[in-house]
């Protein structure tokens, strides 16, 4: 196990727009800002949304697409930077309008109707992800 104690030192608060693709839209706020640590957290709802499960015994992303209106329950992450570049890692959880459930990571291609995020930047405390040789997964190097 490995940690470290952080401090927020920039928080955004906003929302994306309708139509935009909101895994892009995340990573164009990350960029600019260029935010090297920190967690996102977004409420709101989907026109299309496309996600993944990772399966552990192929070590490959298996997507899923809901071309349908759809509230984003919870929709949370984190922040830190992989190949050189900030990185969102978010899941999201979405409902039908029947009240079913459905999630996985967020993927390009989930369309925004309405959403609102907070994004807290942690600041120099910048997190890497590398390759671990057991999962398959790029994660934190702590």
């Known amino acids: 196990m490995g940690y470290k104690s952080v401090s927020i030192e920039r928080r955004f608060i906003g929302r994306f727009q309708y139509g935009k693709d909101l895994l892009e839209e995340i990573n164009k706020i990350i960029t600019s800002e260029n935010i090297r640590s920190g967690e996102i957290r977004i409420i709101g709802a989907v026109s299309k949304a496309v996600f993944s499960y990772y399966d552990a015994q192929s070590k ?16 949370t992450g984190n ?41 807290s ?16 997964l790029q994660l934190w190097n702590i």
């Open 60 to 75: 490959n992303y298996i997507y899923i697409s809901k071309d349908e209106h759809m509230e984003i329950l919870n929709a």
């Open 79 to 119: 922040i830190s930077v992989k190949d050189g570049k900030p990185f969102a890692h978010v899941h999201i959880t979405l409902a039908d309008k029947n009240g079913n459930a459905f999630g996985g990571h967020l993927m390009e291609g989930t369309i925004v109707f309405a959403a609102e995020f907070v994004i």
């Open 121 to 136: 930047d942690y600041g120099e405390n910048k997190l890497e992800r590398i390759y671990d040789e057991t999962t398959g």
